[in-house]
């Protein structure tokens, strides 16, 4: 929740510990909801098919969670054994703070409300839908799993460079709308694009958007949008790569990007490994 408020966030924040948790409540959810989570689940496992990397497709059968809305201790007496990180409730956003806090030690905040029908397809803030489906499979990749917790670890360390900013452009960029090459040819790991009914056909069909090789600075460099499907798409070679990249300190980094205008969302620079240029980046709202 970098640069807002928490005044309009959805949620219950009246119950929850100190550290933002609270009790995911399963038996409170509804039929509706748990028949909600099945029709979403249904449209998405048939789109992560084509356009999900393997790793996350593989283990979206394995943990195989499309009947209802599940539950966190479940998936937790699997997740532990595999990567030992750990899933944990939570009302909604967290502060970047408390978000970062969570994440360094290997546990990954699941949003406990989903959406309303009428949000079928899109909504702004994460529910445990875009939470679950979109994170918690890849969360299961080791090299992955430690991805998430160095940019745990590094967020604490923004925090008091005051270079958050830049660091959650990264965050955008990879784990939520990141692109990886396969021997199948372009795919997606991140999870706004592997929730997203619409953007993730999108994102890789579609010759609107740019789609340009993983760099690290210029990815830091580059402003996002938050209510459109993204004008450019980043793309690593493998997960190695990308925790390769992220593991220096950024310090450096952020010194030499401090006071830097960034680039525009649909710029595309001349140094850009462009694997397809966007004939028409900005588009309708996602
Ligand atoms: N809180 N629950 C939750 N989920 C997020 O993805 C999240 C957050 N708080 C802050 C945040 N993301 C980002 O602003 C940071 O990555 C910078
Ligand atoms: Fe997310």
Redesign the pocket.
Known sequence: ??GETDHNLRGDYSRMRPDYTVDQDWDAYSAAEHDLWRRLYRRQEGLVRKYGCDEFVETLDTLNFGEGIPRFDKINAMLGPKTNWKLVA?P?????LT??DHLANRRF?V?VWLRNPEEFDYIVE?DIFH?FFGHVPMLFNPVFADYIQAYGKG?IKAHALGA?EL??RL?WYTVEFGLIETKRGLRTYGAGILSSGGEISYCLDSPNPNRIGFDLMRIMQTRYKIDTFQETYFVIRDFRELFEATAPDFTPYYEQLQGREPHSASTVLASDRVYHRGVAPVVRAA
């Open positions: 929740m970098t939570v909604g956003l967290l502060p970047d978000f970062f905040p949003t994460p939470d967020g958050i660091l959650a965050y």
